[in-house]
Nanobody
Framework: QVQLLDSGGGLVQGGGSLRLSCVVT????????MGWFRQAPGKEREFVAA???????????YYADSVKGRFTISRDDAKNTVYLQMNSLKPEDTAVYFC??????????????????WGQGTQVTVSS
């Protein structure tokens, strides 16, 4: 079983930047499709970004329309870590951010129900 430890959240002014990290432990010999989701108070968990892992072709990335051009997801498999670089942050980006891993076979990157493992979440607060 894989465990995820996400970190890097904090309080930042609008227009600022943060970098979230997600360290994968446990079955690190396997490589996983990874994602970031977020959940604001009173709202459902929503897709932010995802990154695939494929040994025979280049890695693909996917983004929610609301973060395209501002957020970048990347992975360092040597460190078993996935990052979410967040630039030009807006107050509406305020949420708890969760790292996810281990997409179900044939699963949808955009659906939180299709990921089997989750981090504990890290709070991101953007002030206006």
């Amino acid at each position: 079983q894989v465990q995820l430890l996400d970190s890097g959240g904090g309080l930042v002014q609008g227009g600022g930047s943060l970098r979230l990290s997600c360290v994968v432990t446990g079955r690190t010999s396997a490589k996983y499709d990874m994602g970031w989701f977020r959940q604001a108070p009173g709202k459902e968990r929503e897709f932010v970004a995802a990154i695939s892992w494929r040994s025979w072709r280049s890695t693909n990335t996917y983004y929610a329309d609301s973060v395209k051009g501002r957020f970048t997801i990347s992975r360092d498999d040597a460190k078993n870590t996935v990052y979410l670089q967040m630039n030009s942050l807006k107050p509406e980006d305020t949420a708890v951010y969760f790292c996810a891993a281990d997409l179900l076979p044939g699963g949808n990157y955009y659906s939180p129900a299709d990921f089997r493992s989750w981090g504990q979440g890290t709070q991101v607060t953007v002030s206006s």
